[in-house]
């Protein structure tokens, strides 16, 4: 695929229903969008070859799996810190369940689910000994007020 591949207005109703539902038939989305079955499937197929759909996946919801705790992590680090070192870093801390890197004061941002505010301690102290970050700032999150997948704009 064009290193410049678009989806147009058809595909983005397909990744919208895919990201609603990522087990929805190809015939139920052919349904809703206006195409055959078989449309679908090579639509699909398309966007997986151009790198737009990448996988597919679970939501879970954590409070049901006994981690009612959520929390985003600031890491600031002293900049000798690199991304595969602090990714090799993060890895093994269990509450993580998503890192990023940004711009702004803070390096890296994570995200951590527990159980209880001891393991969420625990967790921040297991970012707070990795080599390099200086300082952490942790808020916990109260509600979520949207939360969508990166194709529904």
Partial sequence: MPHDFR??????????SLSAD???SFASIGLEVGLSTAAVKRRVDR??????????????DQKRLGRPIEALVELHT????GVDRLRRALGPIAEIV???TVTGDADTIVRLVAADTDRLEAAVQALRAIPSV????????LSHLISRSSTAF
């Avoid at 002293?78 to 810190?81: A, N, T, Y």
């Fill in 7 to 16: 989806p147009d207005g058809i595909d983005d109703l397909i990744l919208g």
């Fill in 134 to 141: 200086r300082k952490t700032e942790t808020n916990i999150v």
């Fill in 22 to 24: 990522a087990r929805r």
């Fill in 47 to 60: 966007l997986r070859r151009a790198g737009v759909i990448t996988g597919f996946t679970v939501l879970i």
């Fill in 78 to 81: 002293d900049g000798v810190l």
């Fill in 98 to 100: 998503e890192a990023v």
